[in-house]
C-alpha cells in the first residue's frame, strides 16, 4: 500500500541575506525541533524522512519491522548521515519509527528503495519509487495541533507535529509506471 508505506524524504538548507551578500546554511537536525525553524526547513531542500516500516511484515512494533529498522539505523551511522528518531502516522495510527536524515533525495530514494519502500515524501512532495511524484504545496502544511487531523503526520517530540500538504487525486501513481499514465 502505497500510503502507509510513506519513505518520506526532506531535504533541507536554510537561506539568509546578509547586507548584499547572500549565505547558505545548512538546516540542522535542531532545525525540526522548534516551529519556527521546522517551518523554514520543511519548504528546503537537503533532508529527508526515512522507514522502513512495511505492512507486510505486521504491526509497525512486530518483530520483522523492528529489526528493519535496526538495520536502516546502522547503514545510517555506517554512512555517516545525521539522523533524528520521530514517530509517523497515517489516519491516526502510529506507524512506527521514521528517521529525519540529513541527506539529498536521490540518496533518501535509493535508501527506500533497498528498504522496499515504494515512496518517499520530500520538499518536492511524494516522490515514488517507480519515478512518478505529487507535489507539495507549503502553504498549505500544518503544524500542531491541527497537524495531528491530517492522513499522513509526522511528531517531532511531543507538542510538535507538521504534516506537509500533497495534492493527491484518485490515482495510485505509487503503483503505475509513467507509461500507464
Not at 55 to 68: F, H, I, P
Not at 125 to 139: F, Q
Not at 168 to 180: E, G, I
Request: proline share 1%; net charge negative.
Amino acid at each position: 500500500m502505497c500510503v502507509a508505506q510513506v519513505l518520506t524524504v526532506i531535504t533541507v538548507s536554510a537561506t539568509s541575506l546578509v547586507g548584499s551578500t547572500q549565505k547558505t546554511k545548512n538546516v540542522t537536525l535542531e532545525d525540526f525541533d522548534h516551529l519556527d525553524s521546522l517551518k523554514v526547513a520543511l519548504t528546503q531542500s537537503g533532508w529527508a524522512i526515512l522507514t522502513t516500516t512495511q505492512d507486510v511484515l505486521g504491526a509497525y512494533n512486530s518483530s520483522a519491522n523492528m529489526a528493519a529498522n535496526d538495520n536502516l539505523r546502522r547503514e545510517l551511522q555506517n554512512l555517516s548521515i545525521q539522523y533524528l528518531e520521530v514517530a509517523g502516522f497515517y489516519k491516526g495510527k502510529n506507524e512506527g519509527v521514521s528517521f529525519i536524515v540529513l541527506a539529498s533525495e536521490s540518496q533518501a530514494l535509493e535508501l527506500g528503495q533497498q528498504h522496499h519502500q515504494e515512496s518517499i515524501l520530500t520538499t518536492a512532495g511524494l516522490v515514488c519509487s517507480n519515478g512518478n511524484r505529487r507535489y507539495a504545496n507549503h502553504s498549505r502544511d500544518l503544524f500542531s495541533p491541527e497537524a495531528e487531523k491530517a492522513a499522513f503526520y509526522t511528531t517531532v517530540r511531543e507538542g510538535l507535529s507538521f504534516s506537509v500538504y500533497i495534492m493527491f487525486d484518485d490515482t495510485n501513481l505509487c503503483q503505475q509506471s509513467h507509461v500507464d499514465l
